[in-house]
């Protein structure tokens, strides 16, 4: 399959739990996830413009906590206008960022970005909520 996310060509990091069956790799989780995305799983603030041609738009957070909870590693984000954060994934030197698509031919910065808590983030209900169906959705797709 031909990748366009963030760090592809390097995104190496194995799994440390097998809870999701075939997920080892990012680019596996990424496979599955494209099946998984939906306007339900967009941030609300975005969902206007949520396509299936643009199905990473809005779910940088959940899906950056969940590649966490499979690869291990920090979430780091880039700070945008709105004040919002990007956020992406760090597991020793393999940077990926499995949403990056979203941002078309902008080029983002992923060094010197602050680390991002799942505490501060899933303080939004609304977030932690669609990180859950996420998840669950995931682990049907995994067939458990």
């Known amino acids: 399959m031909d990748y366009h996310f963030y760090g592809w060509e390097k995104a190496d990091a194995p799994a440390v739990t097998d809870e999701y069956k075939n997920i080892k790799t990012p680019a596996d989780l990424y496979d599955a996830l ?22 990473t738009l809005g779910q940088c957070s959940i899906t950056a ?13 880039i700070l945008r206008p709105d004040g919002n954060y990007h956020c ?7 940077v990926f960022d499995l949403t990056s698509e979203q941002f078309g031919e902008e080029v983002l ?11 501060i983030h899933f303080a939004k209900e609304e977030k932690r909520l669609r990180y859950e169906y996420l998840k669950e959705a995931l682990k049907k797709h995994c067939g458990e």
């Open 109 to 119: 910065v992923y060094e010197n970005n602050p680390e991002q808590f799942r505490d």
């Open 65 to 77: 906590f969940l590649a966490q909870d499979i690869f291990g590693g920090k979430v780091y984000g």
């Open 88 to 94: 992406y994934n760090v597991v020793g030197d393999c």
């Open 34 to 55: 494209s099946h998984i995305w939906c306007v339900d799983t967009c941030a609300p603030r975005m969902r206007k413009g949520w396509t299936p041609e643009n199905r």
